[in-house]
């Protein structure tokens, strides 16, 4: 294939896979399977990493990030970002009305657009001449920071538009987290042993100042268009914005609506108020616009918000009830919830509430909460509902303050309390039941052994039935263990138990883990903060068990993206005696502990001998296909600077002190080109590019292949 060939396949490939991105993130309406678009995507990504020449800030390829930002600039917005003056009765609604008609004039015709107002974080993009130039966050209003590299993860927010867009304009929007995906987040991270999110829009905002986009990518945020802004702007009204940008490749929720009276105005509102939580999103009231942007200029704005606009927040719904008993869950690293058992129960948002949250002790103590009280229960921006007050004067005269639990109520150990923590512990991490069956259920999750049928409900049989106690031991169960084993199916109350086929399934699912690469086995064995991008990277980097739980201190945090917190817990870990007994055994089962030399392994070139590189700056392909060049050539990445680096790959914007650093201790500092001049001996014997990617690209990469896998 000539070199205006692969141009042009290049230019093609990314057409068409924006147009599926589109279908499926924005319509909703896939026609290809995710198989053919993930094949689709690498083939791209491969000629692209072979001729980064044609490389496009706005490839589909860059939707699974890569670039890491360790601050974001911050920058003007072209035009303000204001906010809205809030309302919260009829009362004030009828106000904003009376205000907008009387400074356009009585007489003067007015209609609103109404909108859902979704609860996330602002955002605003700039495209020109059809491609995301562009992307801040709101900041003050005036200034915020550049998260474009972030934003363009983002699969609903279009990298290039379609139509008759203006050449240059901004359009804002809100990034949101849909609440499946919140949830999904937060249980993996219970599941992880750390802390919980408190609702969907804190995280969408924190997602977009992660550091590394390709965290970012793998959030699943989704961002919905409200308001073009340009001053040039042709089309007449608010209502029309919208549509157009629809058109662009803009996702616009279908649920705004014209009113011409104030009653259509309630109507909506009443319908949203119940409607709303249906929805797969959060949205916390809704924004009523005069829909003529003739109107619009002449309202104008306060200091603050457009005077042309206003919000209205739906009341959280709050209910009373009483409060029938307080139990404890034991998660899974040990922390103790108070969970309030109502009595009866409550409809909120949609659902009949019989539990809610008390958060901890201190809470408890600070309502002065007590068995039999009635209390109010709210759900707002929250998820979970929660008490919010006790009705003290419905108390009655024998009640007594809650006394907060001093064991735990699963095992019996006695609960501890760290120091500067709010919640309590069981310290029993080896022997309390809920610790045990969160372990193994991490052990066995998707990203890490992958055993597909050994789900909560199976984990817990098993724990109880004393089958298991760790992890290592699910190596030990068989066919005639586990057949016709009881499974306690407490919500229906019915019991079933272990049949021929799904034993079978479980075992063979155990035995084929013995396959899953070590870097995921590692990630599987739940090492505190070591997640899957942490354990990837150590894997690597040392390529066995072994050589890890030799590392000192200091070897450790030359590992990229290693820092001291990580480090100390990798330490502790396995300073503890159960835990080398425990990885013993899972490697006599025949668990993956090192890195095998398969054929990905064999396919690569030694060009770089195990030379240490440290890369630093900004490159014209992302940093971490670089770091995989190195890896795949023989190098190794490591972290920073030290007298043991061989070379430092410096990038535009490199820090000074890091090229001060290198040059003091004489380490041999190249450009990208230099460095690409050492590799390319083998690649320019590639001269034609084949049709079927060669075995070294993303194929035989677990890391790339898995995110793509759970990507798309
Ligand atoms: P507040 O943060 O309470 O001042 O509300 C203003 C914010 O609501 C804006 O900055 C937007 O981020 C957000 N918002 C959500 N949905 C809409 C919408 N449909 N129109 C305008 N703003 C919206
Ligand atoms: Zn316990």
């Not at 108020?273 to 003739?294: C, E, F, M």
Request: charge should be negative; include cysteine.
């Amino acid at each position: 294939m000539s070199r205006t060939d692969v141009k042009e396949e290049i230019l093609r490939l990314r057409e068409e896979l924006t147009h599926h991105n589109y279908l499926y993130y924005v319509k909703d309406e896939p026609v290809i399977s995710d198989k053919e678009f993930d094949d689709m995507l690498s083939h791209l990504s491969s000629l692209e990493r072979q001729y980064p020449q044609y490389d496009d800030p706005t490839s589909p390829t860059r939707r699974v990030g890569g670039e890491v930002t360790s601050e974001f600039n911050t920058v003007k917005h072209r035009h303000r970002m204001y906010s809205l003056d809030n309302t919260y009765s009829r009362e004030e609604l009828a106000e904003f009305d009376a205000r907008v008609r009387k400074e356009l004039g009585e007489g003067e015709k007015v209609d609103y657009v109404l909108e859902l107002k979704y609860d996330g974080a602002s955002i605003s993009l700039t495209y020109e001449n059809g491609k995301l130039k562009r992307a801040e966050t709101r900041g003050d209003g005036v200034q915020g920071d550049d998260i474009t590299v972030n934003a363009r993860t983002i699969r609903s927010i279009p990298l290039v538009l379609k139509g008759d867009y203006p050449p240059v304009f901004d359009i804002r929007g809100e990034v949101i987290l849909p609440v499946e995906e919140f949830e999904k987040i937060n249980t993996q991270r219970e599941i992880d042993g750390e802390s919980l999110y408190a609702n969907p829009r804190n995280l969408a905002s924190g997602s977009l100042k992660l550091q590394d986009s390709s965290e970012v990518a793998r959030r699943h945020l989704d961002c919905l268009l409200y308001y073009v802004v340009e001053d040039s702007i042709t089309i007449p009204t608010q209502y029309g914005c919208l549509e157009k940008a629809r058109e662009w490749g803009f996702k616009v929720p279908e649920y705004s609506k014209v009113a011409h009276s104030l009653g259509e105005v309630y109507e909506y509102i009443e319908h949203w108020d119940k409607a709303r939580h249906s929805l797969p999103y959060q949205t916390d009231g809704i924004v009523i616009k005069v829909n003529s942007v003739a109107q619009q200029s002449r309202l104008g704005y306060t200091a603050k918000s457009p005077r042309w606009a206003v919000a209205y927040k739906f009341s959280p719904e709050r209910e009373s009830t009483t409060l029938e008993s307080i139990s404890y869950q034991v998660g899974r690293t040990g922390a103790i919830t108070p969970v309030a058992n109502l009595n009866p129960a409550v409809a909120l948002g949609g659902t009949m509430v019989r539990r809610a949250s008390l958060h901890n002790a201190d809470q408890i103590a600070r309502l002065d909460i007590r068995v039999g009280d009635t209390v109010y229960v709210e759900k707002g921006g929250e998820i979970i509902p929660k008490i919010v007050g006790v009705d003290i004067s419905s108390r009655s005269e024998d009640s007594s303050p809650t006394s907060y639990i001093t064991h735990c109520p699963v095992c019996g150990t006695r609960l501890v309390r760290i120091e500067g923590e709010a919640l309590h512990y069981c310290p029993n991490d080896t022997h309390c039941p809920p610790q045990i069956k969160g372990r193994i259920e991490h052990f066995a999750s998707r990203k890490a052994m992958d055993i597909e049928s050994l789900g909560e409900q199976n984990v817990s049989a098993l724990v109880d039935a004393h089958l298991l106690e760790s992890y290592a031991d699910l190596y030990t169960l068989d066919y005639k263990k586990l057949i016709g084993l009881t499974i306690d199916v407490s919500t229906d109350g019915k019991k079933r138990s272990f049949q021929k086929r799904s034993v079978e399934r479980l075992v063979e699912a155990i035995n084929e883990s013995k396959n899953i690469p070590f870097e995921r086995v590692l990630y599987a064995i739940g090492i505190r903060y070591v997640g899957d991008t942490t354990a990837r990277k150590l894997a690597r980097y040392f390529k066995s068990i072994d050589a890890l739980m030799a590392a000192t201190r200091e070897e450790l945090l030359r590992v990229d993206e290693v820092g001291e917190k990580i480090a100390d817990s990798i330490l502790s870990y396995f300073a503890d005696e159960r835990h080398v007994e425990e990885i013993a055994r899972l490697k006599e089962y025949g668990v993956q502990l090192e890195i095998k030399n398969d054929m990905g392994e064999a396919a690569k070139s030694n060009l770089l001998g195990g030379k240490s590189y440290v890369v630093s700056g900004k490159f014209s392909i992302s940093r971490d296909s670089l770091k995989e060049l190195i890896e795949k050539h023989g190098g190794r990445n490591v972290s920073s600077v030290s007298a043991s680096t061989d070379y430092l790959i410096a990038g535009e914007a490199m820090g000074p002190a890091k090229a001060l650093k290198a040059q003091n201790l004489g380490i041999k500092i190249i450009s990208e080109q230099e460095f690409m001049a050492m590799i390319s001996s083998q690649e320019e014997n590639v001269p034609e590019i084949q049709e079927e990617p060669p075995a070294t690209t993303i194929e035989t990469n677990a890391h790339t292949a898995d995110e793509q896998l759970s990507l798309f």
